[in-house]
């Protein structure tokens, strides 16, 4: 069964306090895996898709990794506009229509 | 980038009436949408799987009839929750897939269903 576990639940930042969020994943053949950031009361915001193992994405202060079991969205010196609950999400090689599997979510606060 | 819009927003109703949730995708065409549910402090729950043309797939303990989806052009999904009760309550998201874009999701900002 495909599954995405994420940690930490939640996570407590000082403002300029470097710090990363881990997305371990099972399934049956990578297509993707995205990390989304969301806002209380509103949908999730695309931020990157990774493909392969080895490869990595940045935006400003956000960086992300991928290895064969996980990935890490690396948080350099955070701002308080960074507070959000970041999500993972994989989608398998067989799906035909797309779907895909989230984690529960790591919760940040940034604190100035 | 990608937009994809919802509306309405805030929808507040009487139990037993009929709700209707349009999700459209404003800059690309898109062949499948998705309708998710999210409870308080919860990830997003697949509800289903709405395909342009075709009937839509749906998540195992899903009410067929209760939540209907059409996807009648491929910029617009409509869910309609039919004779709601505060059970129904939920914050509601859709996301639409682009295919030119490696096929990323990209979601709407969600509409809050209150149902007295």
């Known amino acids: 069964e495909d599954q995405v576990t994420q940690s930490p639940e939640a996570l407590r930042l000082q403002e300029g306090e470097s710090s990363s969020l881990n997305c371990s994943y099972t399934v049956s053949g990578l297509r993707g895996l995205f990390w989304y950031r969301q806002d209380p009361g509103k949908g999730p915001e695309f931020l990157f898709t990774?493909?392969?193992a080895g490869e990595e994405k940045e935006k400003e202060r956000l960086k992300a990794t991928l290895t064969k079991k996980e990935s890490f969205l690396h948080i350099t010196a955070p701002k308080p506009e960074d507070s959000a609950t970041y999500l993972c999400?994989?989608?398998?090689?067989?799906?035909?229509?797309?779907?895909?599997?989230f984690g529960r979510g790591t919760q940040l606060t940034v604190w100035p | 980038g990608a937009v994809v819009s919802q509306h309405p927003s805030w929808v507040i109703c009487k139990s037993g009436t009929s709700v209707k949730i349009e999700c459209r995708s404003l800059d690309f065409q898109a062949t499948t949408m998705f309708w998710y549910r999210q409870f308080p402090k919860q990830s997003l729950m697949l509800m289903a799987t709405?395909?342009?043309?075709?009937?839509?797939?749906?998540e195992q303990g899903v009410e067929k009839d209760k939540f209907l989806i059409n996807h009648a052009s491929l910029t617009l999904s409509t869910l309609t929750v039919t004779s709601a009760h505060p059970e129904d309550s939920s914050f509601y998201i859709c996301?639409?897939?682009?295919?030119?874009?490696?096929?990323?999701?990209?979601f709407g900002p969600g509409t809050r269903l209150l149902v007295l």
């Open positions: 999400a994989v989608q398998a090689r067989g799906s035909t229509l797309g779907r895909l599997y």
């Open positions: 990774l493909y392969s």
């Open positions: 709405s395909n342009e043309g075709s009937k839509a797939t749906y």
């Open positions: 996301s639409a897939r682009d295919l030119g874009t490696k096929e990323t999701q990209y």
